[in-house]
């Protein structure tokens, strides 16, 4: 997509009963691939599936161009890699008196581990997760978006891009909303690897750009009287105390989740992207 661009704000005409047809079978298509591992159309085909019901020429016009990028970039391929991905600009601010609080507070707080899980057969790896939230992105509907994206050792496992389910009025929510989802997936990958004869000891960075989020150690405003706000700020302190997790501060220009929630420029696309993929030929 454009850099910037909000096919929300399309005021074009309104595909007929062929055109419509034509978009439905498209979409379908585009899921699939994103399915299939194509993380770098994900914001795109996540923003214009929910114009299905009622797609126009602008809407149809974003579609082909999304397959036009497919053909022109048909031989990427994601880089499978054990070693530890190198965290960029990552600063860690989860000081010793936040760690002290986060105990005090959730006392109880530990990592439930199924006791039939096999005997590991394989050293541990790292599992590492990007997360970041554009606040307010749909500018009809003012709902923020959510991007995540999960390595297991310089591995893509699990990518996500979906609006977020509530409104929330600030960047803090927003971010917070994203953070537990990242969690959530964090523990479900955690579980998945004890399953297959991989050791799990360690904690999982968490990485996110937002340092308010990740280094917030105090009784939080209004904000947290709403209920899913509240939800997802206690589901992350909980997990950081329990050892599951550990946020960790990035620059935004290295946080790789980035091409999941917005629309931005070539140059941030490739310098991004190219980290997890490469080009079966020399002229990509």
Known sequence: MMDGDHPEEDSSEILGDEGHKKYMMLIGMLNWIVCLGRMDVAFAVTSLSRFSACPRKGHLARLLRIFGCLKKYKNRRIVVNSNDPIVIGGKDVLELNFQDLLKSQYPDAIEEIDCKVPKPLVEKIEITAFVDSDHAHDKVTRRSITGLL????????????????AIVTSTYGAEFCAMKTAVK??????????????????????????????????????????????????????????????????????????????????????SLYGKLTRSMNQGE
């Open 185 to 270: 997936e964090v523990q479900s990958v955690r579980y998945m690897l004890r399953c297959l004869g991989v050791k799990i000891d360690h904690t999982s960075l968490v990485c996110g750009d937002n340092k308010e989020v990740i280094q917030n150690c105090t009784i939080p405003d209004s904000h947290l009287k709403k209920k899913h706000v509240a939800i997802a700020y206690h589901k992350t302190r909980e997990a950081a105390a329990a050892g599951i997790v550990h946020p960790l501060k990035i620059n935004s220009p290295n946080n790789l989740a980035d091409i999941l929630t917005k629309a931005v420029t070539g140059k941030t696309f490739w």
């Open 150 to 165: 999960i390595l297991v050792g310089s591995t893509p496992v699990y990518f996500l891009s979906k609006r977020q389910g």
